[in-house]
């Protein structure tokens, strides 16, 4: 079983920034991928960014070197900086882990946390 607890949401005008941290909890050992996937109102959740638990990285293509994901496995920590924010990025935030099982992979969520850019 995984935990995950988002936070550093909140409200900021067009071109801030903001820094969202995920923390995990549980059984983390066979966890490797973890993710940032957005919800706007209306829309499907789409990925944000995902990074692996040596650090490779995958960006959205609207992202456009907006955003940088990190991740510090010793204190099971994941983080998404976010600068020259829009108003079409607000939406909420979610934490994404997986785990490989052997017929389907286990998906773990957290709750979310609101980001909301102003124009």
């Known amino acids: 079983q995984v935990q995950l607890v988002e936070s550093g949401g909140g409200l900021v005008q067009a071109g801030g920034s903001l820094r969202l941290s995920c923390a995990a909890s549980?059984?983390?050992?066979?966890?490797?991928?973890m993710g940032w996937y957005r919800q706007a109102p209306g829309r499907q959740r789409e990925l944000v960014a995902d990074?692996?638990?040596?650090?490779?990285?995958t960006y959205a293509d609207y992202v456009e070197a907006r955003f940088t994901v990190s991740r510090d496995n010793a204190n099971n920590m994941m983080y998404l900086q976010m600068t020259s924010l829009k108003p079409e990025d607000t939406a909420v935030y979610f934490c994404?882990?997986?785990?490989?099982?052997?017929?389907?992979?286990?998906?773990?969520w957290g709750q979310g946390t609101q980001v909301t850019v102003s124009s």
């Open positions: 990074i692996t638990r040596g650090g490779s990285t």
């Open positions: 549980g059984r983390l050992s066979s966890i490797t991928v």
């Open positions: 994404k882990a997986v785990e490989p099982r052997y017929l389907r992979n286990l998906e773990y």
